[in-house]
């Protein structure tokens, strides 16, 4: 099948706040995010008004799961249920706001994610030549401070400019998470050891190191302990009425409560980012699109993350926004360079339910894995859930989804820097 939705059945508009939609059929060879299996979705859908709400026809065989990167869309159903013709039909509400765009991502359990794009107050049209702030006018590429200018890439402390002209890779370790907070990461994943009566806290050797089925992960009995010595990575929300998520408890109530954190066990004034911080990092701060992106690192798949000011070391490359986890390959000398540089790498580390371990990496396959970091935001309507950053190749969410406390995911923290 390579056209496809044209879905609209008799009637099925007529609940809608009235808005000029467009649903744009694509190529698959193309647009292969509009696919996947047992899913099919629209390529773009553009409404003219500000907000409102629209039914939007999903062509599905399996159930699918909404998200978004943004917060002003919410869906209904959020788990959509295909009907016996094939296909569902989910409400989208969209709450008023300026012209602006979103990614719609519909997941299926076997990992399958199609995606659309909406937009918000129509399509940005292309700026005209020739004006102020676009390719030829004053402040852009070919101008005084942009590339090609004087003081831009290919310059010192530049992005593209690689090392400084004595050679020296400079190393930029600042994160932006608000326009007034910034933050720098700790150097790997939060790990916990076990000697068989107490408990050491470390982060792990390298960025890309991830414990998976063995050691610690599969191995805890009740909470806090493990039933030998081993090292857990892999940690459910942090209350106090678990031990730093170290619990194999599958009940979300064995969890309930605040956020307690793992800083008290750290120590070092490190801490775990809220939903709206790890949103800002990876969508809202300046140049966001470029700082961000799906990458192998050692044969591990994963999510780069660069500083807010960012020099590409010379002979390497890098790809900004998803794109899947073999667009940016980095053997260990080469991310060695990128994290002398100040690049942060989050690898695909699994899930755990229980001690069951599932969705790592493979070395055998580019595009297996899917990484999941918890924030210390709860979901607000229950404490059954709390916020967390997800990614499988081609995708990645910024903090907008949650999942169940007890689940065991990943953990990467902060310092803030004044």
């Given amino acids: 099948m390579t056209k496809f939705f044209t879905l609209l059945k008799a009637g099925m508009l007529a609940a809608l706040v009235p808005m000029a939609m467009l649903f744009a059929s694509c190529d698959n060879a ?6 996947a299996e047992g899913v099919t979705c629209g390529a773009e859908l553009e409404m003219e008004l500000s907000g409102g709400k629209i039914y939007v026809p999903v062509i599905c065989s399996v159930p699918v799961t909404c998200s978004t990167d943004v917060d002003w869309i919410t869906f209904d159903p959020v788990v959509a249920v295909p009907n016996s013709e094939g296909w569902a039909n989910i409400l989208f509400t969209v709450a008023p706001g300026p012209q ?33 702030d676009t390719p ?15 003081d831009t890439p290919g310059g010192g402390d530049t992005p593209g400019g690689g090392d400084t002209p004595g050679g020296e890779i400079v190393k930029h370790d600042r994160f932006s998470i608000s326009e007034s907070k910034v933050v720098r990461f700790s150097p790997g ?31 805890i009995n009740g909470n806090g302990s493990l039933s030998e010595p081993g090292t857990v990575d892999l ?59 799906q990458a192998r690192v050692n044969d591990v798949s994963g999510l780069v993350i660069l500083p807010d000011e960012w020099v590409l070391p010379s002979g390497l490359n890098f790809a900004g926004e998803p794109y899947g986890f073999a667009t940016n390959q980095y053997s260990v000398e080469e991310w060695s360079k990128m994290e002398q540089a100040g690049a ?75």
């Fill in 30 to 35: 193309n647009e292969p995010t509009n696919i």
């Fill in 100 to 132: 602006a765009m979103a990614k719609v991502y519909f997941k299926t359990e076997n990992k399958g994610i199609a995606m659309m794009k909406l937009y918000r107050g129509g399509k940005p049209k292309d700026p005209e030549p020739g004006g102020g």
């Fill in 136 to 150: 030829g006018g004053g402040d852009t590429p070919g101008g005084g401070d942009t590339p090609g200018g004087g």
């Fill in 189 to 219: 994943n939060l790990q916990a050891t076990y000697n068989g009566s107490t408990w050491s806290w470390a982060f792990a050797p390298n960025q890309w190191d991830a414990i998976g089925y063995t050691s610690g992960n599969n191995k």
């Fill in 235 to 293: 940690f459910g929300w942090s209350t106090h009425a678990t031990c730093c998520g170290i619990n194999n408890s599958q009940n979300y109530l064995d969890y309930s409560g605040d956020f307690a954190g793992w800083q008290g066990a750290i120590g070092g004034g490190w801490r775990t980012l809220s939903r709206d911080e790890w949103k800002y990092v990876l969508k809202l701060r300046p140049n966001a699109d470029n700082l961000a992106a």
């Fill in 344 to 418: 942060i790498f989050l690898p695909c580390a699994g899930k755990r339910q229980g001690t069951y371990v599932t969705d790592l990496s493979s070395k055998n396959s580019v595009q297996s894995g899917m990484g999941r970091y918890w924030s210390s935001t709860p979901y607000s309507t229950t404490e059954s859930a709390s916020y967390y950053v997800e990614f499988s190749s081609g995708y990645y969410s910024d903090c907008s989804t949650f999942i169940a406390r007890d689940m065991g995911i990943s953990v990467r923290l902060v310092q803030d820097i004044e």
